[in-house]
């Protein structure tokens, strides 16, 4: 991808962590420079953390020249098993990935998604990390924002064009010099988590959620594996719990015990959590974008935190990469907090419903539980009322200021856990193999999305007389390709369902921005996708 040379002022990342780091790289291959701050004096590697990374994800991380690693050393379970009081409820097994690069997601952990990051990073001459930057104020003067940091050698000002605040849960004075609230609740009940080496064979590709076993009564315990050997458990327990305490009476090692049984074992990492479920207010004031945890917070069942915070980071990249090269104006950067602050409401509302069903904090809710989980037992038309987290997935922009609704396929909602969405505008197009007269290689639709506006023509379109339209609206990077030249397994048309006479104008995000009849359509489509206000009339 060429692109024009960007000579202003950097963009400022404040974090870090994988949404900043993915933030800078993202600003980077679109050309825009970078500065990332953060205020540890190095890296930090704690613990797994967030340790469930999504197939989209990986899909966005491989963009930057980090997923395909990832993915290779991640672990992918493909069977979940639930158990209550001992009795193994149900069990499921994840589909083959079938023709996907990526598996539905893959177990490793935080900190070695960042080593890895880090890599990527230094490789990119756009990027100046600045450990040791503890940013003590944002101002935003006229086409500027300024950050005033903490430093060992003294205060320092940085300036830039854009900021990006993925500081995480932690910004609250940030937030608050910015005038954002926080809104929401935290939740009583703490989740003790360790790392714990071992073998456990048979173990390898299984996550095993427990409810109410006889060795953590009344609550769960839930049992991830990551690479090396290395099994993430997650005990939940009561309010208070100290976990010094339980060390030293020997608590901790019977916990251990009753899961590993008598095998060798080894502690390599453990904290206690408390979960919180909050939102601000606005995730752009200004030129200061909000993401990740810095600007929503959910419990981790269905990994929702880190997967959603990259897609935050991808949804500011390349809107503020347009902005700044000229090719949108800046009016386009209001759709970044309609589209991920209503993303976020969903994660929280599907949070929320999972930490009801774990956490019942009234007497009708905790004999809705025993209920579900008894029936369960003997009643397989229970067990989906069982609740141990959805997995994440991507947001659908359907409602978007920037996506074009087709009437003739209108969105039908959520599909069943595990099926496929339907294709309609705001939805992230299939990964899907295509073939380009460019490239020897068979390569994958979302690798070409991701290059700028993309627009996939039916039979009977004039393609060249598209492709003069989209360079007319805008100079940023488009092209116009002809679905049946492309398609060179027969996978492509099945898979998007394109009628003759339509043009999919697909978003460098990979989702759908619009489906047109006419080069005229595509012209409105486009400008729409780019934030441009519409023409009077």
């Known amino acids: 991808?060429?692109?024009?040379?960007?000579?202003?002022?950097?963009?400022?990342?404040v974090g870090n962590g994988p949404v900043g780091q993915t933030t800078a790289?993202?600003?980077?291959?679109w050309g825009i420079p970078v500065v990332l701050l953060d205020q540890q004096p190095t890296r930090r590697l704690v613990g797994s953390r967030s340790i469930c990374q999504h197939r989209d994800v990986l899909d966005l991380w491989d963009a930057v020249g980090a997923g395909a690693r990832i993915a290779a050393e991640g672990v992918t379970w493909r069977t979940a098993r639930t158990y209550y009081r001992g009795q193994e409820l149900f069990s499921i097994t994840l589909p083959d990935p079938g023709r996907s690069r990526f598996p539905p997601f893959v177990n490793i952990s935080q900190s070695r998604t960042e080593q890895i990051l880090d890599e990527r990073i230094a490789q990119q001459p756009l990027i100046d990390v600045r450990w040791g930057h503890r940013v003590l104020d944002v101002r935003q003067c006229g086409s500027a924002v300024r950050l005033r940091c903490a430093t060992e050698a003294g205060e320092v000002l940085v300036q830039a064009s854009y900021a990006v605040l993925a500081a995480g849960a932690g910004a609250g004075d940030l937030r608050a010099a910015l005038g954002v609230g926080f809104a929401g609740r935290s939740f009583d009940d703490r989740f003790l988590i360790c790392d714990i080496r071992c073998e456990l064979p048979g173990w390898e590709q299984e996550r095993r959620f427990y409810f109410d076993p006889e060795w953590n009564p009344g609550r769960q315990v839930l049992i991830h594996p990551t690479p090396d050997s290395v099994y993430r458990i997650d005990w939940q327990v009561p309010p208070g719990f100290d976990l010094v305490?339980?060390?030293r009476g020997g608590g901790l090692e019977t916990r251990i015990r009753r899961i590993v049984g008598d095998r060798p074992y080894q502690v390599v990492w453990r904290s206690v959590y408390r979960f919180h479920a909050r939102l601000v207010d606005r995730m752009r004031v200004g030129r200061v974008l909000l993401a990740g945890d810095c600007a929503h917070l959910m419990a981790p069942f269905g990994a929702r935190g880190l997967n959603s915070g990259a897609q935050d980071a991808e949804?500011?990249?390349w809107k503020l990469a347009f902005v700044l090269h000229g090719?949108?104006?800046?009016?386009?950067l209001d759709s970044y907090h309609a589209e991920r602050h209503a993303a976020a409401r969903e994660n929280l509302e599907v949070t929320a419903a999972t930490m009801r069903f774990l956490v019942p904090h009234t007497p009708a809710e905790r004999e809705h539980r025993r209920r579900v989980l008894e029936r369960a037992l003997h009643d397989p038309a229970a067990r989906a009322q069982v609740d141990s987290g959805r997995l994440a997935e991507p947001f659908w922009y359907v409602d978007s200021p920037l996506t074009t609704p087709d009437p003739t396929r209108p969105?039908?909602?959520?599909?069943?856990?595990g099926a496929a969405p339907a294709v309609v505008p705001g939805v992230l197009v299939p990964d899907v193999p295509v073939r380009l007269a460019d490239r020897p290689e068979v390569c994958r639709l979302r690798e070409v999305v991701r290059d700028g506006f993309l627009a996939l023509c039916g039979t009977g379109v004039d393609v060249a007389a598209?492709?003069?339209v989209m360079a007319e609206v805008t100079a940023a990077p488009s092209r116009a390709l002809a679905v049946d030249e492309i398609d060179g397994e027969g996978v492509l048309l099945g898979a998007l369902g394109t009628r003759p006479g339509e043009t999919w104008l697909v978003r460098p995000d990979g989702h759908l921005a619009a489906v047109a009849h006419g080069s005229d359509q595509v012209a409105v489509a486009l400008r729409r996708g780019l934030g441009w206000?519409?023409?009077?009339?």
């Open 1 to 13: 991808m060429r692109l024009p040379r960007y000579r202003g002022a950097p963009v400022a990342v």
């Open 25 to 29: 790289l993202l600003l980077a291959r």
């Open 245 to 247: 305490a339980e060390e």
């Open 315 to 317: 949804n500011a990249a």
């Open 327 to 332: 090719w949108a104006p800046e009016t386009l």
């Open 411 to 417: 969105f039908p909602g959520r599909p069943p856990r």
């Open 466 to 468: 598209v492709a003069r």
């Open 533 to 537: 206000p519409e023409a009077p009339g």
